[in-house]
């Protein structure tokens, strides 16, 4: 491994910035909404197992990728595939994160629109006054380009600022302070008459709702909710020192990333049961229904309602932020290393052009712009392309470059950080990596396209 490269300062930095690219929007609005449509309780144990024997290991085997290959995602996987056409799945991981950074940004700017919202109380009002809000806001052509823009002026002062002195610090201060909000609002939440329900809604595990969408559904999610399949794990893998021992990591990351979408869940249903509102799904779910909710749950308090909107879409946008950092950072360091530029020049490539894209699709909601693709504007595009398409197919390549092609000896060696760490499930990893996750993948794939 070279010398020069940069690296993370501790273990903690290292949970903490890979936390922050897990931790994100996926866990916010996505997973609360998923629980409560697919059976509650019988959701969550099925996502806590694919978790558990999908999530961890593919996250695992992006870590030995990331940390043997020393290098961006791309070069990462050239280097152990030497040369073989295998590279090319480490360039598809680069594209996705690079064609996920402009969309992720659009909303992510949104939740720094409703930040600012919040605090001028533009948020009061009825409902048809908070669903207009955003409709006008989300469909203006400058609004949401100007916020887009603002998020990545902040992300890209972060990277510029390195691996250490930036994105470490950064995540280091952003996550506690995610964890903190997060639980002030789930106790608001809880403190709200009639919260038991939604709680109890939650919580009461209803199997009849289980069939296989609710199976696959589950492992979508924990791949997004993981970041698997973008070149994030890989990348920042790249920055894990010889000593990070990589299993402990992706259990550690694994838990946080599920203890924050299971906190987001004990937050979004008892404050929407108390107010008899049933959770939506999507961008409707965040910025139409949830303003609703705190107008209407606080109603008797105005300035703690105040309070509680304004620390949501707080917690909102830190999850956003530093999942989009790791985004920009999977780009930013394969530019700045196959170019042989500097660092800054590689992120300002990587700013410039993603918020080409994130204007494009912002401008593209509005309907009078008339820019769509396939009936689709194009954040709906870009999302079902990345979400839908690519990581899929990354995710599958993935799991059989590490199952069938690397050796062996490099598996070990990474997995035992050179033989000083004991790890006792050698076959048992592998077996999951040849079968279990290709096939599930694989599984998914056919789902969405009908075939099974
Ligand atoms: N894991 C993030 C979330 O749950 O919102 C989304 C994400 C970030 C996916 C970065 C992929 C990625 F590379």
Known sequence: MSEERASFGSKLGIIMATAGSAVGLGNIWRFPYMTGKNGGA?????????????????????????????????????????????????????????????????????????VYASVMGELNGDPA???????EFSQDPIRPVFWTIAIFAITHFIIIHGVRNGIEKASKLMMPTLFVLLLVIVVAAWMLPGASKGIDFLLKPDFSKVNSDVFLGALGQCFYSLSIGMGCLCTYASYFSRHTNITTSAIQIGFVDLMVALLAGLMIFPAAFSV????????????????????????????????????????????????????HEVNTAFFYEELHISRKAGAWIVTVFCCII?????????????????????????????????????????????????PKQIVIDELTNWGTLKFSFYKLFIFVMRFVCPLCILAIMLHQFGVI
């Open 358 to 406: 994130g204007a494009l699709c912002s401008i593209s909601i509005g309907h009078k712009s008339g820019l769509s693709l396939f009936g689709l504007d194009l954040l709906d595009l870009f999302d079902f392309v990345t979400g839908q398409l690519m990581l899929p197919v990354v995710g599958f390549f993935m799991c059989l470059f590490v199952g069938w092609y690397i």
């Open 42 to 114: 019988a959701f969550i144990l099925i996502y806590i197992v694919c978790v558990i024997v999908l999530g961890i290991p593919c996250m695992i085997s992006e870590f030995i990728i990331g940390r043997h290959g020393a290098a961006n995602t791309a070069r990462a996987y050239t280097r152990l595939s030497n040369g073989t056409i295998w590279k090319l799945v480490g360039y598809l991981e680069v594209l996705t994160g690079f064609l996920i950074t402009g969309y992720y940004a659009v909303i992510s700017g949104w939740c720094l629109n409703y």
């Open 276 to 327: 008899g509102i049933n959770p939506d799904s999507g961008p409707s779910l965040i910025f139409i229904t949830l303003p609703n909710v705190f107008n209407q749950a606080f109603s008797g308090a105005p300035l703690l309602g105040w309070a509680v909107s304004l620390m949501f879409y707080a917690l909102l946008f830190l999850a956003a932020l530093t999942s989009l950092i790791s985004l």
């Open 129 to 135: 006054f908070v669903k207009n809000y955003f409709v």
